[in-house]
């Protein structure tokens, strides 16, 4: 686990960019809407644990999530 307090925010960064991979061009700007979900883990403010589990929730619930109205893969 990547906790705020052992990692700087390079770091976070980084592994946010290397765990979605290549968010520019995938999926007409969904990618780029997981991204920002996780702006808040970049800037230390909640750790990836929080952000999934909000994520989860919401989508087990079936609220919006930004950026996900946009995504149709595998439509």
């Known amino acids: 686990m990547y906790l705020i307090s ?3 925010k ?5 592994i946010v960019k290397e765990s979605l991979g290549n968010i520019e ?3 007409d700007g969904c990618m780029s809407g997981l991204a920002e979900m996780y702006q808040d883990y970049i800037d230390g403010k909640r750790e990836l644990r929080e952000i999934n589990m909000e994520f989860n929730a919401r989508y087990v619930k079936g609220e919006d999530m930004p950026g996900r109205e946009r995504c149709y893969y595998g439509q």
């Open 25 to 27: 061009a995938s999926c």
């Open 10 to 14: 390079e770091e976070r960064e980084a």
């Open 6 to 8: 052992e990692t700087t």
